[in-house]
Structure formats: C-alpha cells, structure tokens
C-alpha cells in the first residue's frame, strides 16, 4: 500500500504540510503513516524491528526478550493511537456526550500486551511476526511485561474489568487513578513465610503509557483560609495553602474488544512544583531544597498494600485528594472547553466513586464550584449530587473511613469547612423530617464524636451523591438494612443493586484459549460480547464427545498449571487429582485457615486409614496478606508448614498434596482459574461484599463450595443448587449465634476431629515441635473465633465429602461443570456496566466510526474471527 498522504513517510519524498498543523482554529486530520497502522504482515515486521531499533535504540543482535516486548508493544500502540484521538478529540469532544468519570484509588489491569492483541484482534499477526522477524515465540515476549500492579485485589480488579466493558460497549468513559511508582509488593515465600519485594514495575519503562505534561494541574494543602466580601458584595473563602504541588497525568489507551473505542485510563503522578523554593536554592542549601522535592513526590510512591482495611495514614489522604483533585479539575477543564457555564455539568459527566478513597471528590468538587468557578451554594450543591455515584465495597468496620479531624484540618482547612456545612445542612432537613430524634442525628452525622472527632468518609459520599450501591444483592440488602439504615430510611430512593461481573475477554478468551475455541466451534463467537449465549451449550451437555473433549482441556490445563508448580515451588502434583483452589487476599473473614482444617482432617484420615479408597486431591492457595496483618502472615506460614509435613509423608503419596503458589496477581490468576475443579469461597456469611474470583472459576467450569455469602447467592441461583456445594451458617444464623453469644470451646470439645486438628497446630506437629509458632492462630480461634470458623468446621467437611463423592462419578462431574459454564453469562462485566449506565450514569454508547480507506481497510482485518486462537 503506499498513500499519498501528504505528510513525510519513511523515504522522505514528501514535504510535511506543517502550516496546517499549527492552525488549530480548524480540524486537520492527520494523515496517518502506513508504518504505524498497517496491518499486513511485512509492514507489521518493518515496523516491530523499526521500533526495536529507534525506540529501543537496539539491533537484532543485541536486543534481549525484553527489547523485542517492547517494541512489539509499541507498535501495537501505534495502531491504537489514531481509533484513541477519533475517541477521545474527535467524536466525545466534538459531539459534546456524556462521559463517564470512574475515580478508583486503584487499577490491577494486569498485562497490556495480550489483552491488547486480543482486542484489536491481532494475536495471529503478532504470533507470525515475532516469530518471523526474531524467531522468538510470542509467548515468551508475553511473559516480558511486568504487570502494572495498581491495586490489592478485588476492587481494583474490578476497575479493570469496567473499563474493558466500557470501552467493548462503546461507552464514553475515562479513569482517573494514580501511577504509583510502587505498585503492589512482590511477594516471595521464605522458610515458608511471606516476605515483600518492592514492585519496581516502571523500571524497564512502560511503553503503553503516555505522559501529558500540558495537562498538568496544582494541588494545594496546609496552610489557613479567609473569608472576604467579592466586587459583588458576596462572601467569599480564599484558600492560602502552605504547599502546592503538581499532578502530571500519564494515559494509558483501553481498547474495546473488536470496537473502535479506545478510552483512557489517566493516572496522575505527583511533581514537585518548579518554583517550589528557589528562595532554598539560592541561600545554597541545595540539599534541603532536593529533600523538599522527594517529599512532594512522595504522594505518589507507594500504594498501600491493604484490602479491606483502612490504616489512618496522613500520606494516604494525601494520595486520595492528591488525584481526586487532579480529576475534578481535569473533568472541569474538559466540560469548559465546550461550556461557559455549570449548567450542563451533570449531563456530560456522571462521576463514580469506587468505595469511599475518592468521597473527598464531594467536598472537592464543592470548593471548585464554590470559590474557583463562584457558584452559589444550592447551585453548587444541586451539580455536585446529580454528578456523584458511590459504590460502597465493604461491610466490615474495620475498612470503614474515618479521619481525625486535627489531621483533616491541617492538611485540607477549606474541605473541612465545607464538610462542616454539608452536615449542617443535612442535619437541619434530617431535623425537621424526624424532629426530636437526637439518636438519628448523631448516627446519620458526618463527624463522629468521641475523644477524637472523625470525619465519616462513607457518610460524606451517601449525602454527596444522588446513587449509591451495593456489589451483590445480598451485600446491598446488608448495606440498607445493617450498615446504614438511616441512611435508607432518609434516602430510600438513591439505593440499588449493581451485583459485579467480570470480563470474560480476560478470564475466557486469553486466559482459557482451548475453552474458547471449543465454546466457539459450537456456538459462534458471539458469546465473546454477549456472555449470556453461553446457554447455548446446555444443549451438548448429553453429547458424550463434547464432554470429552471439555475434560481433556480441563485436563490440559491442570497439566499446564501441574507445571508451573513444579518450577514456582519445587512441588510435584498429579493432574488426576481433584484441584481444589483458594485464591484471594489472605484475610481471616475469608478463612483461609477454615480450609486449612479440612486438609488437616483429611491427612489425618488417610494416616488413620492408610488403605482407605480416597478421591486424590491438589489443596492450592494463593494470596498475598497485607505486611502489617501478622494473623495473615500466620496463615501463610501454616499452609506452608502443614504442606510441607503432608506433601513429605511417605504413607501420603500423591492423596494429598498441599501447595503455595507466591505472588498471586494478575498473570498468575490467568493460569489458575482455568485449572480449577473446586473453586473455594468459604466466607463468613455476610462478610464477603460480592467476590469475583467465584465468577471466574464458575465460567472457567469449576464447581464451587462456598457460603451462602456474597454474590454466591446468585450463582448458586443460576447454575443450579444441585450443581454447587452449600454449607455453613446464613447471615441471619451467624447474626443470631453472635448475639446469643459464641463458645468456639463448645465446638473444640464436643468434635474430635476438629480437636485433633487444632491440637495438632497447638502442639508443633506442623511446625517441627514449636508450640509457640502457631499460639496466636489457635488462641484466636479458641477464645474468640470472630469469623466463626469452628462453627462451620462439621458442615464444611460433610460438604467436602459430598463433593468426593460428585467427583467419583466423573460424567456427571462434567455435566455439572459445563453447566456451571454455560449459566455463568449474567457474570459478564457488561452486563453489571449496562445496569450502571441506565440506573445510575444515563449514557448512552457512542460508536466511532472510521473514515477513510486505509482506516476501513485495517479495521477489516482486525475483525478477522478469532485470529487469535
Ligand atoms: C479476581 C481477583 C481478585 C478477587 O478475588 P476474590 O476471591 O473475589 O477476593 C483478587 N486478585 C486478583 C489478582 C484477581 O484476579
């Protein structure tokens, strides 16, 4: 193909048309090079080793694997970046449509590379150039990307999945984050407990992003306020910070499976301001200046590694208004750059909140309008509602936000002030609605008295934002019923169920490929953006040889994982064993350590019978525990000491074998869920918010044991009772045995078993006679059991034979995992974006269109059915 194109191209013949370019009164479209969107496969490998050479500064000879990932990332980049400006300038922009404006403190994307490749639809070409020019496998390039680790879990997973079905479902969409420059620690496991590595994932560079220094903002903090009368006779808030610095965004494109739609996900990164003290300089204490400087950096340096549980550090307020004040302004100078005034603010952009570490936004959002933009203060406020949404994330107390109000003041006097005149407002109309009820007052106030006044971040984002939502139903009827009940009773109608979803281009398509073509080979690729198609396969589920063939990639896959154990922890497993998975932050409320107990049981019963008949099993964990949470780190250490006595008993063998796969993340999440015959989610009842690792066993064919607990409620409900193992306590039971009050001692003497197992732990069995090692874990559970561990014990191990049992007769085994699978499609990511887009956001998709030739021309290829299987 060669285009007259106007502009220089790689033999130089022709002039640039630069005058156009500096006119920016009138739209010039910017005549793209061959080199940089071709698609055909010489003009992909000129490209791969042009970009190996110019950017990567590397010849063939020289570059190593991790060379040639980068410039085959760069030229996957390259072809995302025109669709990205048609996105963004070229239709958002210039048809003025609402956007969605997704705050999260966190983003786990996971690899860029193949969920790239995979939603542009070119994995194939990839696959022949990389081999063709390098003779190197894609595959080993793949495993190059050190994965952005911008989260600790299922929140900033779940950020992940929504900005893939935003953009597959052409929605108008930004996400604000922060780039940490340390993501989440690496975890290795030594002498068996959990040791943390910093995660220096920018070290190599990060070749998807983009740096937008122009768009750089200031961010205030410290110092005082004062009041003042403006030339219109109105009082006024000026605000004098003590420091400023600037936020920086990088962007990084989101690609929309099969879509043209490339959104942004813009992460702010914190820079000393350039004027920020020349006065220091210039006295020569050069040092001290420089000090100053990594300070002012430092907001963005480290994300805090905990899941549901919030640590009072001032830094970690700094981080959270640091880039929601980045966003808001950014969302604002954007809206003005087609507006002259707040009138249509909240109909071109919905802002949601995910949990409470952007709810600063609220009282950011109002000092914006306020004293920047002089809105009065209805006016201010009626805006500042209609935009916010709050998705709450957790029940537990302990996650729950509150700040000191010295802390708050000092760092943020102006938010302060106007969080003091929201509640005073809200509690005068709470006044007036219920009058006399001091009791509601107190509850329902933003600031918490007691010996230190705190600043309820979760009461700020119910009053601030017009929708507020739960993340399964059973979570949302808790978060009305139990957790703020007056909130309920004052707003009844701001209140709905987003149950969450996960993508299936991530955890079907690139994580399970021989799935994928399977589920393909039978019902057309459809599924791949309509997961409810997936029924479809109900209809082989008597077809002798299609649940064949699904158990050989079952099998496959169990092979592949079997193999990776072997090379990440020295262990060897046999495939033919039932795989049981526990995969999740290490949490008590999670109980990990419940699942523990039934591995000791059962290694007890095969010592007790060494010739019993029984069905083999692989007991696989993984997780990180947050640094400070030394139960956690206990727990790790016990499924490493208990491992290593039963995966060393000769009387074992291959029954039983118990193993720690380190550094769960995303990568490592892709290899497990396809392997899995159990998926575990064991939960207390009632603590578990949704869970989404539940969703991706089930739609990868795992069978599920678990709780009646978050968002299992509802798989259970579609794959059927009979095809998932229920044991445990509701929440209504937990509640109940709570307040009758708990005995765990009354379980530990009255169940042998149970009492062996924990005697075992007591005693140093596991841990080479040390009966220190393990006292805090056994104390715990005795004395206090908070999660109702021993309550369960009895009813989890009659489960866990019941579903021997189902494994013993492997056809209906199959059956029952198939249909797992097949009725899993409600747990789509798009589906749960749908329901936000028409309950809480009303946006509507915004398809872009291409419109040249060569543009029509590459957008044809990478339509190309499944090319990449
Ligand atoms: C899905 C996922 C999670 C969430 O797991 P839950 O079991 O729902 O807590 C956490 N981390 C990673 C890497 C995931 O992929």
């Not at 992460?267 to 040092?287: H, P, R």
């Not at 701001?494 to 490929?513: C, D, E, H, Q």
């Not at 193999?563 to 990440?568: H, V």
């Not at 993984?622 to 060393?648: E, R």
Request: contains cysteine.
């Amino acid at each position: 193909m060669n285009h007259d194109n106007g502009s220089t191209n790689h033999d130089g013949k022709h002039a640039p048309h630069w005058k156009k370019h500096i006119c920016r009164t009138e739209h010039v479209p910017i005549q793209v090079q061959d080199d940089r969107t071709g698609m055909d496969i010489e003009t992909l490998k000129r490209a791969f080793l042009d970009n190996l050479y110019y950017i990567q500064a590397k010849d063939k000879g020289w570059a190593t694997a991790h060379d040639f990932f980068m410039a085959l990332s760069y030229t996957v980049r390259d072809r995302l970046l025109h669709r990205w400006l048609k996105t963004v300038e070229q239709t958002y922009f210039q048809k003025d449509v609402k956007v969605v404006c997704y705050l999260s403190a966190e983003y786990l994307i996971g690899p860029q590379l193949s969920k790239n490749l995979t939603n542009v639809g070119m994995y194939e070409q990839a696959r022949q150039v990389v081999r063709e020019s390098a003779g190197l496998d894609l595959y080993d390039l793949l495993e190059q990307e050190d994965e952005p680790g911008l989260g600790n879990g299922g929140l900033g997973r779940l950020a992940a999945c929504f900005l893939d079905s935003l953009s597959t479902l052409e929605i108008p969409a930004i996400g604000y984050g922060i780039r940490y420059e340390y993501g989440i620690f690496q975890q290795t496991i030594r002498n068996g407990t959990q040791v943390e590595v910093p995660d220096r994932w920018l070290r190599f560079g990060n070749p998807w992003e983009i740096p937008r220094p122009d768009y750089t903002v200031e961010v205030k903090f410290g110092g005082h306020t004062e009041a003042y009368t403006d030339e219109r006779g109105r009082y006024q808030v000026r605000w004098i910070p003590q420091k400023t610095i600037l936020g920086t965004p990088y962007d990084i494109p989101m690609v929309g499976y099969n879509t043209n739609t490339v959104n942004t996900l813009r992460l702010w990164s914190a820079k000393a301001s350039e004027d920020f003290n020349l006065q220091i300089f210039n006295s020569g204490d050069f040092a001290n200046a420089v000090a100053d400087k990594v300070y002012s950096e430092n907001i963005t340096k480290v994300l805090y590694p905990n899941d549901n549980n919030y640590q009072g550090r001032e830094l970690r307020l700094m981080q959270e208004y640091f880039f929601v004040s980045c966003s808001l302004q950014d969302i604002i100078r954007t809206y003005l750059r087609s507006h002259n005034n707040f009138d249509q603010f909240p109909n071109k952009c919905a802002i949601q909140i995910n949990d409470t570490h952007p709810a600063i936004g609220i009282a950011e959002l109002m000092r914006l309008l306020l004293d920047v933009h002089q809105l009065g203060w209805d006016e201010a406020w009626d805006i500042t509602q209609k935009a916010f949404g709050f998705t709450n994330h957790t029940l537990l107390p302990e996650a729950l936000e509150r700040w000191p109000i010295s802390v708050f003041g000092r760092l943020l006097p102006r938010h302060l002030e106007i969080i003091f005149e929201i509640n005073q407002r809200f509690l005068d109309g709470v006044r007036s609605q219920f009058p006399g009820d001091d009791g509601k007052l107190s509850r329902l106030s933003l600031i918490e008295e007691g010996a230190e006044k705190q600043v309820r971040m979760a009461h700020l984002a119910c009053v601030g934002s017009h929708a507020i939502n739960g993340v399964a139903a059973l979570h949302t009827e808790l978060v009305k019923n139990n957790l703020f009940p007056d909130f309920y009773q004052v707003f009844p109608q701001k209140f709905s169920n987003k149950t969450n979803g996960v993508t299936p281009r991530r955890w079907m398509l690139i994580a399970n490929p021989k799935l994928a073509l399977l589920i393909t080979e039978k019902i057309g690729k459809g599924w791949i953006k309509n997961l409810e198609e997936l029924k479809q396969l109900e209809a082989f589920v008597e077809d002798e040889d299609f649940r064949n063939r699904w158990q050989q990639i079952k099998q496959d896959n169990k092979q592949d994982l079997a193999e990776y154990i072997l090379q990440t922890t020295g262990i060897h497993v046999d495939a033919n064993s039932l795989f049981d998975i526990q995969v999740k932050r290490l949490h008590e409320y999670k109980r990990q350590h419940l699942n523990l107990l039934r591995v000791i049981t059962f290694y007890n019963y095969i010592k007790q019978n060494p010739n019993a008949d029984v069905v083999p099993r692989t007991a696989i964990f993984a997780g990180k525990a947050a640094p400070g949470y030394a139960m956690a780190k206990l727990i790790i250490q016990l499924i490493n000491s208990v491992g290593n006595v039963v995966n060393n008993d000769p009387d074992i063998g291959d029954r039983l074998k118990v193993v720690f796969l380190p550094n769960y993340n995303v990568s490592v999440a892709e290899r497990i869920y396809p392997s899995a015959d159990l998926s575990e989610q064991i939960s207390t009842a009632g603590k578990e918010a949704s869970g989404t690792s539940n969703m991706k066993f089930a739609m990868n064919g795992a069978l599920t044991i678990g709780t009646l607990d978050g968002a299992n409620i509802e798989i259970r409900d579609r794959v059927g009772h009979e095809n998932f193992f229920l044991f445990g306590m509701n929440t209504a039971e937990v509640l109940q045995k709570k307040a009758q009050g708990y005995h765990p001692w009354d379980y530990y003497n009255s169940n042998p078993q149970l009492k062996q197992a924990i005697d075992q732990i007591a005693s140093g069995y596991f841990s080479k006679g040390d009966s220190n090692l393990f006292k805090p874990l056994v104390e715990s559970l005795k004395n206090r059991d908070d999660y109702m561990l021993f309550a369960d014990y009895q009813s989890y191990i009659e489960c866990q034979q019941r579903v021997d049992e189902a494994y013993r007769d492997r056809d209906t085994w199959w059956r029952k995992s198939i249909l797992n699978s097949a009725r899993t499609g409600y747990f789509s990511s798009d589906r749960t974006i749908c329901e936000y887009a028409r309950d809480i956001w009303q946006v509507q998709p915004i398809p872009i269109t291409l419109e040249d030739e060569q543009e029509e021309n590459a957008a044809i290829q990478l339509k190309a059915p499944l090319s990449k299987l």
